[in-house]
């Protein structure tokens, strides 16, 4: 036993050692040329919005809505996403917001289910137990229809309602959560996410309490991440975030989850919606 710990040790310290020398290596190699050339990859998509694979998806998203499904046997027509039944055109760029028939605020993906599960019969917990795609696995049912929804928001602002007095407990339950400390890293939202040109290994960490930055990359989800070659929405990435963090797995459609998304999206009020965007 203690021969296999010290075996373990030595592995550690060498790939410790091993990353060091990488590490070095890509400083050595001018972090601006890796950039840059990501930059350029990703500039060749933007160029031709046909070429985001996430327009599948947006397509599949539109059939699933069309399509008559669960015991019901309903479309989701007639699901109201907070501009009267069946609207889909502009209905992402006023999410979330206080829904009265559900007596509480929701944002597209939980509005979604609850379409789902109120029209259509459909369990949520068969929608929430696994809720988001593995790496090259395609985007979930519920995933697909909000990449539809929400490129038909397509270049449309940012404009969610905080008038109910729901909708501004939510907002400030959202940023309390960002900027609270929690979790057995004792890591806040802020402290990824709250000054400019932070990194994690490759990965430039956006700087979403600056509006301008927020208004550029919260406007994109849901969006094709490249290097998992799937499309990710806000909810997932939220997980992700929350699962860096060591927290409790993020429920889909949770409280914490809409509060979240409430605060980016306020903090993105004004932006331009380009959803689907590209990701990394
Ligand atoms: C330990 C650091 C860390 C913490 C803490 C963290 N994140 Fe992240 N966040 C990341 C990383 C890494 C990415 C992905 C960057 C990439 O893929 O290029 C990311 C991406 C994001 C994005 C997408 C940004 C974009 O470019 O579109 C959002 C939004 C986000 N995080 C929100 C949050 C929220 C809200 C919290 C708190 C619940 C949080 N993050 C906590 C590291 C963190």
Redesign the pocket.
Known sequence: MKRYRRLAMRSALLAGLGFAAVAGDLRAAEPDVIDRGLEAFRSMLKADPWSNPAMLDADRGQALWKERRGPRNVSLERCDLGKGPGVVEGAFAELPRYFRDAGRVMDLETRILWCMETLQGIEPAGLTDKPHPAANEPVKDPGAIATWIASRSQGRTFNAPVSHPREKATLRL?KT??HRRMGP?D???????ASPGKR???????H?VNPDEARQ??G??P?Y?V?TAHVMT?QH??Y???W??R?PE?KLGSEASVA?TA??VKQAEGGTIAAP?L??
Not at 187 to 193: I, K, P, T
Not at 200 to 206: D, F, N, S
Request: proline fraction near 0%; charge should be positive; include cysteine.
């Open positions: 959202g959560m960002f890293f890591f806040s939202c802020a402290s990824c996410h994690i290994r490759r990965q430039g960490l956006a979403l990359v919260v994109e989800w969006a991440r290097s806000l990435r939220l992700d975030c929350f860096q963090m927290l993020l979240l605060y980016l965007g990701k990394r």
